[in-house]
Structure formats: C-alpha cells, structure tokens
C-alpha cells in the first residue's frame, strides 16, 4: 500500500530550511507566538506548562486554560494545577497579543491525596511524601470527553500516571463545553497500568483506533516502543516493538567528556488528521495519527528541547510513518527551554469550513465502526458521536492550537494550520 504521507514528503515552502519547520502563529498580527497570562489571588509562584480547549461556537470566553503551579509549606514543595477561562488582550506597553484570565484563576481540588508505597521511592526519597499534581495533559478523547492525565504518587510506584474527567473537577465545565449527552467514564482518578513499571513514570498519552470500535491505547515510550491497552480490569498486555529509525537517529552519541546528553522525550497527545482538506472523504488510506515529541538536549545543567512531529499509522500497532523537522515557534528564543505540552483542534475560534453532513459530503470509512460500535456501546446517538468525535480528528486546512511551557516560569501557544504543522515530512525506511 502507497505510503499516506507520500503527497507531504516534500516542502511546500520553497524557502523552507532543511532542518527546521519555522511556525507562525496564525492568531497574532505580527505571526509571534502568543504569551498565556495567568492570574490566582495570593499566588507565590509561578505558572507554567498551559493546556488549552477551545469552548465551542457562540461561547463567552473563547478558551478554557489549566496551568502548572506550586505552594510551599515549610521545606516543601506542593505541586498544583489551576484553571480560569482566557480571553484575547493586548499588552498594555508593547501591544503584543495575549491570552489571559477573564476572572481570577481557581486551584483544582482533587480532594484525597496519599503517599508513595513504602520502599518505592528509591532515587528520591522525598518524592513518596504527598507530591500533588504534575505534568498535567488536557485532550479531548475520540468520544468528546475532556479528559486530563497527570502524575502523582502512585499506587504500585513511586510517582505513577493517572486519569480523570475534567468535568467531574471543574463547575460548570460539563454545560458550558455543550458535552451532557457525551459519558463520562473517568468520574474519579484512575490510575493508568503498565506492565514492568518504572519507579517515576510521566507523560504518557492516548491513541484510539478509529477501526476498532476506537479502542483506547496508552502509549509509554518511543525508543522501544511501549503501548497497550486502557482497560479497566486486571488483564494487561504491552505491545513492544524497537521504534523506526527515524526517530532513533535523532539521537546524538555524545561522548562522556562533553558533559552533554540527549534523549527521546514524549510531549503532546495524539490527534487524527486526514491528510487532505475538507471535505475529502477521510478512510483508512488519508488519515493519520500525529503527536509532538521532544529531543530533550543537556548540556551540565542547561536543559531544552527540539521539538518533532511523528506520524503513525491510525491503527494498531500504530506503526511509525515519518516525522517533521525541528519546529520552531516564532517568537520563542532558542536559549530558552521550550516544552511543547499539549496540541487541540481550534475549528469553532477559527472556522474554515461548514461542519461534516454525510448528505451533502458523503460516507466516511474511517468513522463507520465508530458510528455502529461505539455509539451503541456508550449509549450514544450516533450523531451525536459523530459530532463529538470532532474534537479529536480534523482536516489539513483545520487550525491547531499548540500549547508551551516556557522555562518552567512563564507560558505561550501558537495557532497553524494542520498543513503547516506537518510540512517537509520524512518519511520512515
């Protein structure tokens, strides 16, 4: 079968640099990335590593945003995640665009919180002290749910990775993203298996198979690759396979004496994208899994990362088709440690199309399973899936909105087309 990415592999942008995807942000008048201003009453520290949803169509506020921050009791640390709902501003001295809370911010309360196994916190004993929340990564699933994974003190490990719907922790959040008729499966933390765990485990992700009544998969690792199945009771099988090399050879072999290191960092979660505009019909063939992942470079103490896009397969085993270059977001400075968080689908804040109508633009063959299976599994309506289902899978011409922390001390986001994100791939041997 002819490669999916065979019709991207080559750079529409004549004065594309070979190494680099160079973004500009398609939200702000000068293409510069645009800074994420947070605000909590009595707040000490810093706020860092945003996650962003868009609210849909006709809504107050345009964006819902969730940050990392932390308290301090004594010689500790408490780590935390706060929300408030953005809207667009300008700086008042320079005029550069902003996003920021339209009222002041609120701490997530997760309520009960527990400490590590004994014995389990081998590395870093203090860490099996009650560490709070960490990491935090917001998507919307294939179902439409807004889900968060997160890391906390685990279980079974020292520091594990853990899932929740987000409108079981926010007031109001159900209503206002317009999702009462979409379950909600996740109504308490739940803690994510893996088979062998690592005594810290961070940044995992989802991946749904869109022809398997989109089964949900949590992806470990690249290097070795690592994935299985979310399920909910005792059995677990892990799927591993040595990853391509194409994304091996980022890999830098750096000999001990310069003191530098280099290694595979996993960023975002997934999205769907059909590797055409709409309204080209999105089968098995044109449609792809994409997700931001990190070379996480160090040099003694100085910490930061190139960022990629690696293109899968939308099917399990979610095999590895290609990567991009080096992203570069316009605005950033590259002495500065940029850390890609999260990525979502922006169709109601910048529409480029009517919605998807099976009447007027025919059957989708990715979806079918989807529409038969799933709906009847979730007691859903199959429209109502479909039009969820939405949040997750887009178009080239559809606008994503990518989220990053920057220097764990401020943040920013980027708006570009799915086009632009995924130009001069390279595809895998």
Same mark, same amino acid.
């Given at each position: 079968?002819?490669?999916?990415?065979?019709?991207?592999?080559?750079?529409?942008?004549?004065?594309?640099?070979?190494?680099?995807?160079?973004?500009?942000?398609? /939200?702000?008048?000068?293409?510069?990335?645009?800074?994420?201003?947070?605000?909590?009453?009595?707040?000490?520290?810093?706020?860092?590593?945003?996650?962003?949803?868009?609210?849909?169509?006709?809504?107050?506020?345009?964006? +819902?945003?969730?940050?990392?921050?932390?308290?301090?009791?004594?010689?500790?640390?408490?780590?935390?995640?706060?929300?408030?709902?953005?809207?667009?501003?300008?700086?008042?001295?320079?005029?550069?665009?902003?996003?920021?809370?339209?009222?002041?911010?609120?701490?997530?309360?997760?309520?009960?919180?527990?400490?590590?196994?004994?014995?389990?916190? &081998?590395? $870093?004993? +203090?860490?099996?002290?009650?560490?709070?929340?960490?990491?935090?990564?917001?998507?919307?699933?294939?179902?439409?749910?807004?889900?968060?994974?997160?890391?906390?003190?685990?279980?079974?490990?020292?520091?594990?990775?853990?899932?929740?719907?987000?409108? &079981? @922790?926010?007031?109001?959040?159900?209503?206002?993203? $317009? @999702?009462?008729?979409?379950? %909600?499966?996740?109504?308490?933390?739940?803690?994510?298996?893996? #088979?062998?765990? *690592?005594? =810290?485990?961070?940044?995992?992700?989802?991946?749904?198979?869109? @022809?398997?009544?989109?089964?949900?998969? #949590? $992806?470990?690792?690249?290097?070795?690759?690592? +994935?299985?199945?979310?399920?909910?009771?005792?059995?677990?099988?892990?799927?591993?396979?040595?990853?391509?090399?194409?994304?091996?050879?980022?890999? &830098?072999?750096?000999?001990?004496?310069?003191?530098? /290191?280099?290694?595979?960092?996993?960023?975002?979660?997934?999205? =769907? #994208?059909?590797?055409?505009?709409?309204?080209?019909?999105?089968?098995?063939?044109?449609?792809?899994?994409?997700?931001?992942?990190?070379?996480?470079?160090?040099?003694? =103490?100085?910490?930061?990362?190139?960022?990629?896009?690696? #293109?899968?397969?939308?099917?399990?085993? +979610?095999?590895?088709?290609?990567?991009?270059?080096? @992203?570069?977001? /316009?605005?950033?400075?590259?002495?500065?440690?940029?850390?890609?968080?999260?990525?979502?689908?922006?169709?109601?804040?910048?529409?480029?199309?009517?919605?998807?109508? *099976?009447? %007027?633009?025919?059957?989708?063959? %990715?979806?079918?399973?989807?529409?038969?299976?799933?709906?009847?599994?979730?007691?859903?309506?199959?429209?109502?899936?479909?039009?969820?289902?939405?949040?997750?899978?887009?178009?080239?011409?559809?606008?994503?909105?990518?989220?990053?922390?920057?220097?764990?001390?401020?943040?920013?986001? %980027?708006?570009?087309?799915?086009?632009?994100?995924?130009?001069?791939?390279?595809?895998?041997?």
């Amino acid at each position: 079968m002819k490669n999916p990415l065979s019709k991207l592999a080559y750079c529409s942008n004549p004065d594309m640099h070979p190494k680099s995807n160079f973004l500009l942000n398609r /939200a702000t008048p000068d293409g510069s990335m645009a800074r994420v201003r947070f605000e909590l009453k009595n707040a000490k520290f810093p706020f860092y590593n945003p996650n962003i949803l868009p609210y849909p169509a006709g809504s107050e506020y345009p964006y +819902f945003g969730l940050v990392r921050t932390k308290s301090k009791s004594k010689s500790m640390y408490h780590h935390e995640l706060a929300y408030c709902d953005l809207k667009w501003a300008e700086t008042a001295v320079i005029g550069h665009t902003v996003l920021e809370c339209a009222e002041p911010g609120m701490q997530l309360d997760f309520g009960e919180e527990w400490t590590s196994p004994d014995g389990s916190c &081998v590395k $870093h004993s +203090f860490l099996a002290l009650a560490q709070g929340q960490t990491d935090p990564r917001l998507f919307f699933s294939a179902l439409g749910e807004p889900l968060m994974i997160f890391g906390t003190n685990g279980h079974h490990n020292c520091l594990g990775q853990f899932i929740v719907d987000l409108r &079981v @922790l926010v007031p109001g959040f159900d209503k206002k993203m $317009h @999702l009462s008729k979409v379950p %909600i499966r996740y109504p308490r933390l739940t803690e994510i298996p893996r #088979v062998d765990l *690592e005594e =810290l485990e961070k940044n995992w992700f989802l991946m749904y198979d869109p @022809l398997d009544s989109n089964k949900e998969y #949590v $992806h470990y690792d690249y290097l070795n690759r690592d +994935f299985s199945p979310l399920i909910n009771d005792s059995s677990l099988t892990t799927s591993r396979s040595s990853s391509r090399s194409i994304v091996d050879n980022l890999l &830098v072999d750096y000999s001990e004496s310069t003191k530098s /290191a280099n290694d595979i960092h996993q960023a975002t979660n997934s999205l =769907l #994208v059909t590797l055409c505009d709409f309204p080209c019909i999105p089968t098995i063939h044109n449609t792809v899994l994409i997700e931001i992942v990190h070379l996480k470079l160090m040099h003694s =103490l100085t910490l930061y990362y190139r960022r990629y896009v690696v #293109v899968m397969n939308a099917t399990a085993p +979610f095999e590895i088709l290609g990567r991009t270059e080096n @992203l570069m977001y /316009a605005g950033t400075s590259l002495t500065e440690m940029v850390y890609t968080v999260s990525m979502v689908w922006d169709k109601d804040n910048f529409a480029g199309h009517e919605p998807w109508n *099976e009447k %007027i633009h025919g059957g989708q063959e %990715i979806w079918f399973a989807l529409k038969t299976n799933r709906a009847a599994t979730n007691s859903m309506s199959a429209d109502s899936l479909m039009d969820s289902s939405n949040l997750y899978h887009g178009w080239l011409n559809d606008m994503v909105l990518i989220n990053f922390g920057i220097k764990d001390s401020d943040s920013g986001c %980027i708006h570009v087309r799915a086009r632009e994100l995924l130009d001069c791939i390279r595809l895998a041997d």
